[in-house]
Each structure stands twice: as structure tokens, then as C-alpha cells.
């Protein structure tokens, strides 16, 4: 606010008389207002060229027409003119903001006003700066023949008219306050409150109807999909000759699961939901590529919804994983020169102090100083844990039937300081020249290594305190490294190999001492998700041998195993076992069931069979005699 507004103006009313004023300046008395000023100032102009003085050629003042020139600083000292007071104008109200003074016979006054619009009083024409405009000088006004000392005080002036033109806008701004033009919203205390209530209400009608689209689209892709139907044998037979595209199939199976989810609604009439399932076997074969036996036997296992999970997470590969050798270094010491070489890590899980997963690594893992100096093993991280579940104490016997490439050997190695004994075995010798490397790299020295037949082991050592059978099997726990398993497995290879599993734990079960004083432990563990080579092998052991009983993994984490399974019925302490799958734990497909060896003497019905724990197996019957 100027300091003539300043001098002249009341001060504002409280609010609530804001609504009492009348008689509120319009537009009309506005406009009344800017012309008298030009045509006071145009007079003024004309008087000041009378008196002629000439003046230097550079003596040009410049007037920017389009914006004000910003207000000033004002001199301490005021004129006695601008002192004067200023004629209200009839209709104007007494007292008030509104009480703003509107004409003063002073010349100062007027020309406070002259500047609130300049584009306007532009448009009534000087005809001096219109002359300059278009003489393309660039200057709004040019004086000539000015005394200096005029010069000097018409540019104070001017100083003061700008600072006045803003705070006579300020004032005019204060009248549009109370202005009722319907294009402004009220912007007054009282109706802030309204304002604000109403957006609220055009926010939420907005949302409704945003809802109602919603639903309204969902209905009508609801009744399109409702009418989908199975496809007929003919077209079955067509599709054989001329498979469809990929993205066809996929909105099959899309759709197939939908039903599936909620089929007493959706389903075709006269279909069963074996006829679903039929077809959805068929197109997750084609879409994801496993033969049809390996298919069923999986969607046996979970949902079709978690079936799809399962076999998209076996299209993905699982992270990096490698295990600290706490036989040569701490975990914290290997991170840090780790991330020193740019790798970046962070550690598996709160299950395991020596697991860290790499996320990326500007060099091989498998060939950093580290890795050469053995500081760490590249392993995955669902191998940890039939080693954490077996708990090898220091001073122990302990027996890996199956150890090659080394990675849980030489774990239950760091776990017992290097005390005791490590009996690697593995029956494949292209396999033990990776074990052996593994052993010495990580510097092992309570370990031998041997290829036998696990199978024929207790005959061949026995008396173990602890014992790890992590057996062959079909491996549908690690499709995400192997993909031949989706094609190259059928019920021979899984005769078989539950076959070779049931024999290998019965023998790494009669490897161990019960007598140990820390252990008489077995683990089991398979990289397979099927029952057959998991829980179904447990079971068959438990019932040929009752001096065993399942004990707690030790893992916190897992889901628990089968107690039945499509009609079968398992031993009830099988809940006890633990189950890992790619899709839910992030981490290849695994089983780990931990045995507990209680007494060395198996007793059934008139025959009694002993089964000794060290060298050179005694099988010990009571025959009947044959009569001849």
C-alpha cells in the first residue's frame, strides 16, 4: 500500500460487517475513475512541454507500457500537495474499506490512478507514444526540452505514481472481494467451509460413478466369459494337426481356472469337472512343455491355482546363493570384501548365519581371490538345510552317503571345527573329482572320501553317530536348472528311483549307532516336490523299521509333509517333515525329514533280527527247522 493510500484509507472492517457495506464500487465508476486520470495526466504532460530547456540527446526516458515498473523505495519526505484531501463521490459509503480515496483535485491523486491499468489507458492514445511505437524507437514516451531540475522531479513522480497505481490495484483488488460476478467464487471466511463441502461431494459422486463404470465393464466381461466352452473332440483333433498360438492357450487356461474356482455357476452344461481338468492338462502341457505323466503327477499336488505358480516359478531361475566357510573366515569379512569388488549381496534369511545371496557381480563368482582362497562355496540355499537339520556336534562320526560336488560335506566339516571323522562317499567317481577339489580349496582335514554302493555301506563301516542321505531322485524340485526333467521322466524312471531311495535309507538307517550318546540321527532329504520319493519312502521305512521315529527338523520355516495323500494314508508323525517349493520359499523344490535311531535290535512277531552297527553285518534268525 502506498504511502498516500496509506495517509487517505480507513482501516479494514472486521468480518462479520464485511456483509453491511453498501453502496460497493462498480465497474462504471471504475472506468469513470482510469479516464480522468489519463486526462490528467495528458494535461500534465502538455504544461511541462511548454518550458523549453534544451537537454542532452541521451536524455531519453524509458516506460515499459505492458507491466508497471516495480514500486520503490519512497523518500522520507512528503509534498504539501499530496496532503490535501481528496472529494468522496457521491454514492460511496462514509466510512469502511470501502471509503478509498476515489478524486482529489490534487495532481499526485490522479495520477496514483492513472497507472492500476496502463493497457487501457494505452488503448485511449497518447498520440506522442504512439508516434515513438511506431517510428520503431522502442520507447513508450520520449521528453524533450525539459529542465533538469523538472526532469528530476517528473521522475520521482513517476516513482511515486507506479508505487501508487499498485496500491490503488491493491485497493480495487480489496472491492473485487465484495464483488457478485457469478464467473468468481466468494473467497470470504463464511464461505470457504461451503466451498470446501461442496468439492468433498463432487469427489465422492466422481467416485461413484467411477465404481458404477467399474462394475458396470466387470458385468459385461463377466456375461462374455460366462459363455465360454470347452473346446469338442474335433476341435481337440484339429488342434493336434494345427497347434493354436501360445497366447490362445494361455486364455484357455485363464479361463478353464475361472471355471474351475467357482464351478457349480460357471460350468457348461453336461460337463464334468474331470473334462476340465482333462483340457487343462492338455494345454499346460503344450503351454509349459512336460509330457503329460509328469503334469498329472504335479497338479496332483497343489491347486490350480498354485499349480500355475509352481510351474511359472520353474520358468524363473532361483538366486545366487553362497555359503561363508566359517573355516577361514566370518561372514561379516567375507560381505565386506565382497562389496569392495563390487558385488552386491545381502544376506538369505534370519534361518541361516553363513548364507548370502548375490544380486549382481561385476565378475564371475566363481572366480574372485575369495572364492580360489576357499573363503566361500557356491551352493544353493535349499542344500543348507538337511545340513542344518542333521546338527553334527565336534569329536563326532559322520557319514554323507551321497557327498559329491561337497557342498554339504564340507558344511557339517565348519560346523564341527574340524573335529571328528567326515565319511564323503558317493557312488559316481566322475562325480568324486569335484568332491575332492571342494574338500581341499575349503581346507578340510577331518574328511575321507570313498565310492561305494550306499547300499552296501553298513557292511562296510558302520557305527556312525550321525548319518545324511540326501538321495538321487527324479528332481522336479530344480526344473528351473534342468528343464529335461519336464520331458525325460516317466513311471519307469520313478519305479526305479523310489526303488533305489527305499534301499539307500534303509541302509543309511542301519549305519548309525544307537548307542551314540550325542547322535543316532538320520536326515533324509530329495530335491523332488512328489510323494512317491518323499513322503511315501519315509513311510516305507518307518514300517521296516520300528527302532526309528520321526523327530522335529529343526527348521522354522517349511511346510509341513503329507499325512494323506489321494486316498493313502500316511504314518501321522510325517507332519513332522518339512517341505520347500519355489514358488512360495523362493528356493529350489526340496524335502527334509530327520530320523531318530532308537535301539539297534529290530523284534517281529517269532522271528528276532539284530542289526549290528559295526563291520561285517550279522543277520541273526531264529529258523524253523524243515521236517523231510
Not at 500500500?1 to 482501516?11: E, F, H, I, P, T
Not at 552317503?401 to 557342498?407: F, L, R, V
Not at 519305479?495 to 536326515?523: H, R
Not at 533324509?524 to 511315501?536: G, I, K, L
Amino acid at each position: 500500500m502506498g504511502r498516500r493510500a496509506r495517509n487517505k484509507q480507513d482501516a479494514p472492517l472486521p468480518l462479520e460487517l464485511e456483509s453491511k457495506i453498501e453502496g460497493k464500487v462498480t465497474k462504471k465508476l471504475h472506468d469513470r475513475l482510469k479516464h480522468e486520470a489519463q486526462r490528467s495526466r495528458k494535461q500534465k504532460r502538455a504544461a511541462s512541454q511548454q518550458k523549453p530547456k534544451p537537454i542532452k540527446a541521451n536524455g531519453k526516458r524509458k516506460v515499459n507500457a505492458v507491466e508497471p515498473k516495480k514500486a520503490k523505495k519512497i523518500k522520507a519526505q512528503e509534498s504539501d500537495e499530496s496532503d490535501e484531501e481528496m472529494a468522496p463521490v457521491d454514492g460511496a459509503p462514509e466510512d469502511g474499506w470501502d471509503n478509498a480515496p476515489i478524486v482529489s483535485d490534487s495532481d499526485d491523486a490522479m495520477e496514483s490512478m492513472s497507472d492500476f491499468d496502463s493497457s487501457d489507458a494505452q488503448d485511449e492514445g497518447d498520440a506522442q507514444e504512439e508516434s515513438d511505437a511506431e517510428s520503431g524507437s522502442g520507447e513508450d514516451e520520449q521528453v524533450t526540452q525539459m529542465p533538469l531540475s523538472l526532469l528530476e522531479s517528473d521522475s520521482d513522480a513517476d516513482e511515486d505514481e507506479d508505487e501508487d497505481a499498485n496500491s490503488d490495484s491493491g485497493g480495487m483488488e480489496s472491492y473485487d472481494e465484495f464483488a457478485t460476478d457469478s464467473d468468481e467464487e466468494p473467497t470470504t471466511f463464511r464461505d470457504m467451509e461451503k466451498k470446501s463441502q461442496r468439492l468433498d461431494k463432487e469427489r465422492a459422486e466422481d467416485e461413484e460413478m467411477a465404481a458404477l463404470e467399474m462394475a458396470g465393464a466387470g458385468a459385461v466381461v463377466e456375461g462374455e466369459r460366462e459363455v465360454f466352452q470347452l473346446p469338442t473332440d474335433e476341435q481337440v483333433a484339429a488342434e493336434e494337426e494345427t497347434p493354436l498360438d501360445l497366447t490362445q492357450v494361455q486364455m484357455r487356461i485363464q479361463e478353464i481356472i475361472r471355471v474351475l474356482n467357482n464351478f457349480s455357476e460357471l460350468r457348461e452344461d453336461g460337463r464334468s469337472r474331470s473334462d476340465y481338468m482333462v483340457q487343462l492338462q492338455r494345454d499346460m502341457c503344450f503351454y509349459y512343455g512336460y509330457n503329460e505323466y509328469l503334469m498329472e503327477k504335479l497338479l496332483q499336488l497343489f491347486t490350480v491355482n498354485e499349480a500355475v505358480e509352481f510351474f511359472e516359478a520353474n520358468e524363473v531361475g532361483r538366486p545366487v546363493t553362497i555359503r561363508t566357510n566359517t573355516l577361514k573366515t566370518r561372514r561379516r569379512d567375507l560381505a565386506q570384501a565382497l562389496i569392495n569388488r563390487g558385488v552386491n549381496l545381502d544376506p538369505i534369511g534370519k534361518w541361516t548365519k553363513v548364507g548370502l545371496t548375490i544380486f549382481d557381480a561385476p565378475v564371475p563368482v566363481g572366480a574372485t581371490p575369495e572364492y580360489m582362497a576357499g573363503h566361500y562355496m557356491i551352493q544353493a540355499a535349499s542344500s543348507f538345510l538337511p545340513v542344518i537339520a542333521l546338527a553334527p556336534q565336534e569329536n563326532e562320526r559322520v557319514l554323507d552317503m551321497s557327498a559329491a560336488p561337497g557342498g554339504k560335506t564340507t558344511y557339517c566339516a565348519a560346523l564341527m571345527k574340524n573335529t571328528g571323522l567326515v565319511v564323503a562317499n558317493d557312488a559316481n567317481r566322475e562325480r568324486q573329482k569335484a568332491l575332492v577339489a571342494n574338500i581341499h580349496r575349503l581346507g578340510v582335514a577331518n574328511a575321507i572320501v570313498c565310492n561305494y554302493d550306499g547300499r552296501e555301506f553298513p557292511k562296510i563301516m558302520g557305527g556312525f553317530d550321525r548319518v545324511l542321505l540326501d538321495a538321487p531322485c527324479s528332481g522336479t524340485g530344480v526344473i528351473s536348472k534342468d528343464a529335461s526333467v519336464k520331458t525325460n521322466k516317466g513311471p519307469e524312471d520313478f519305479a526305479m528311483l523310489t526303488n533305489l531311495q527305499k534301499e539307500l535309507l534303509l541302509s543309511a538307517i542301519d549305519s548309525v549307532s544307537a548307542d551314540s550318546s550325542t547322535g543316532g540321527v538320520i536326515v533324509y532329504s530329495t530335491c523332488s516336490v512328489t510323494v512317491d520319493e518323499n513322503e511315501a519312502v519315509v513311510n516305507y521305512a518307518l514300517a521296516k523299521r520300528p527302532n526309528i521315529c520321526l523327530v522335529d527338523t529343526g527348521l522354522a520355516f517349511g511346510r509341513s509333509g503329507f499325512t494323506s495323500f489321494r486316498g493313502r494314508s500316511f504314518h501321522s508323525s510325517l507332519s513332522l517333515t518339512r517341505r520347500f517349493y519355489p514358488h512360495i520359499h523362493n528356493m529350489d523344490g526340496f524335502f527334509v525329514a530327520k530320523f531318530k535311531k532308537t535301539s539297534n535290535k529290530i523284534q517281529t512277531g517269532e522271528n528276532e533280527f539284530t542289526v549290528p552297527t559295526g563291520s561285517g553285518v550279522k543277520l541273526k534268525q531264529k529258523k524253523k527247522k524243515r521236517h523231510h
